[in-house]
């Protein structure tokens, strides 16, 4: 088993816990922790609130989301794995195959989703402890859980003890497959973005920015857009106006 472990305490290039500020950060997290649930635990929670869930941005060592304090999916899992592997903790990635437009639920804004993949792959985190693998997904940050959750299952705050399996409350209906534990996701860390990109992306992620600050509760995603447009006309007027001539373009 300890030579099977090797590839999930090995860096590579987008997972590069050797890097001074990893360690650095590392340490400061950790304290005085003597126990590997104890520590990896406190990286679970650091990374989730920390680095703020944006879309897209994939393209980024551990080192380079952690200085620029947001990321996807694959990001916030690549900086967790990175952490715990610079504490000699075995980590790896899991991969899932999810069902794009239905995987934001009745947040998902048509006109964001409509040009979006029909498949994407979402990437959590794998941690060896006691002898065997947990998942934990650092995914969405506290700030946006506490926001949507209420109105969007799949955002539901995660929550991790470090002894079970600590997932995104998505469908099971829209997984189609899921993968791990894998060891390097170089390859799909590599890959450059055919969707999200452009126009859209930066509207989906000031959208995710004001999901974050919105303090109005609604009842179905037509208010939502429609508070949105307002904040984005009010705080970003030059998006608004790009935006509402994008919509224009979309309907013809």
């Not at 305490?9 to 003597?34: A, Q, V």
């Not at 509207?203 to 208010?223: G, H, P």
Request: charge should be positive.
């Amino acid at each position: 088993m300890t030579e099977n472990l090797k590839p999930f305490l090995s860096e590579t290039k987008f997972c590069d816990f050797s890097h001074p500020e990893i360690r650095k950060i590392s340490e400061e997290i950790i304290g005085d922790c003597k126990e590997e649930r104890e520590k990896a635990v406190k990286l679970f929670y650091w990374v989730r609130d920390n680095i703020l869930y944006i879309l897209g941005n994939w393209n980024k060592k551990a080192s380079e989301t952690l200085k620029e304090k947001r990321g996807g999916c694959s990001s916030k899992a690549n900086l967790l794995v990175a952490l715990l592997r610079s504490n000699n903790i075995p980590a790896g990635y899991g991969i899932m195959k999810v069902y794009t437009r239905r995987y934001f639920g009745p947040l998902a804004l048509p006109l964001l989703t409509k040009f979006s993949s029909e498949f994407s792959p979402h990437v959590y985190c794998c941690v060896y402890l006691n002898n065997k693998w947990i998942k934990c997904d650092p995914s969405d940050d506290r700030g946006l859980s506490e926001k949507t959750s209420y109105i969007n299952p799949p955002s539901k705050l995660v929550e991790w003890d470090g002894i079970h399996d600590a997932m995104l409350n998505l469908d099971k209906n829209d997984i189609l497959e899921d993968v791990f534990p894998v060891s390097n996701i170089d390859d799909l860390l590599s890959k450059k973005p055919r969707h999200a990109k452009g126009l859209p992306l930066k509207i989906a992620n000031l959208y995710i920015k004001f999901l974050r600050e919105n303090t109005e509760k609604v009842n179905e995603i037509k208010e939502i857009e429609i508070l949105f447009k307002k904040w984005l006309k009010k705080h970003y007027c030059f998006y608004f106006y790009l935006f509402f001539i994008y919509q224009n373009f979309i309907k013809r």
